[in-house]
């Protein structure tokens, strides 16, 4: 069965800093993973998406995430917050060798851009 | 805008109710995807139709039901609703599985009094 992890419910960083949302997945195979981002009153969006190749994969809005097989982890980073980052993050798996199938998503980790 | 549009935005019903939540997915995508949102319960992945056909189910109630029409448009059906039926329900589509990410439309939110 596949499952994500986002061990933190809320982070909170200062306006500029450095950010990082932790993800960690369990698949049975190979992962393909996904990052989503949900404003208030509003659908997901699509933010990036790691498929094979380069560990480190850009996306939208200057964010960035890194796959690291051995931990298991895909983490969202973006190396200066702005206030409008202040969003619900999802991070999603879905098993390369599992075909259609639906993205499994994490419980979501509440981000806060402090001023 | 995802160009997934799903209607009502919005409903208010009462308990023991039925009713029906649309989704019309993005041009050219023969996956439709629903899931549930709740605060305690995050994102659970409902059922899942491809070109009209189911094909696959998650943690969905009895009381539920979905179906995906030959216009691949999709509705899904909560009956005899439970305050604790009250959500957000958001459909997805995409155009294949595998690498292909999903694009959600911006929910319904339903309200059981």
């Known amino acids: 069965a596949q499952s994500v992890a986002q061990p933190e419910d809320q982070v909170n960083v200062a306006e500029g800093n450095p950010l990082t949302v932790k993800c960690t997945y369990s698949?049975?195979?190979?992962?393909?993973l996904f990052w989503y981002v949900q404003y208030p009153n509003r659908g997901l969006q699509f933010l990036l998406k790691?498929?094979?190749?380069?560990?480190l994969v850009k996306g939208s809005y200057g964010f960035e995430a890194e796959f690291n097989k051995s931990q298991t982890s895909f983490h969202l980073k973006k190396p200066s917050a702005l206030v409008s980052d202040s969003a619900l993050y999802f991070c999603?798996?879905?098993?390369?060798?599992?075909?259609?199938?639906?993205?499994?998503f994490g419980k979501g980790t509440r981000l806060s851009v402090i001023a | 805008d995802s160009g997934v549009t799903q209607t009502p935005k919005h409903l208010i019903t009462a308990t023991g109710q039925r009713v029906t939540l649309r989704c019309s997915p993005r041009?050219?995508?023969?996956?439709v995807y629903w899931y549930q949102q709740s605060l305690d319960q995050g994102l659970q992945f409902l059922i899942q139709?491809?070109?009209?056909?189911?094909?696959a189910k998650g943690n969905i109630l009895e009381r539920f039901s979905a179906q995906q029409f030959p216009d691949l448009h999709s509705e899904l059906n909560l009956s005899s609703l439970e305050l604790g039926d009250s959500a957000l329900y958001f459909c997805a589509s995409s155009v294949e599985g595998g690498i292909a990410e999903a694009f959600f439309g911006q929910g319904t939110r339903l309200t059981v009094v």
């Open positions: 790691y498929i094979t190749g380069d560990n």
């Open positions: 698949v049975s195979g190979n992962p393909y």
């Open positions: 999603a798996v879905r098993d390369r060798n599992s075909g259609n199938t639906p993205l499994v």
């Open positions: 139709y491809y070109n009209g056909e189911e094909r």
């Open positions: 041009s050219g995508d023969l996956s």
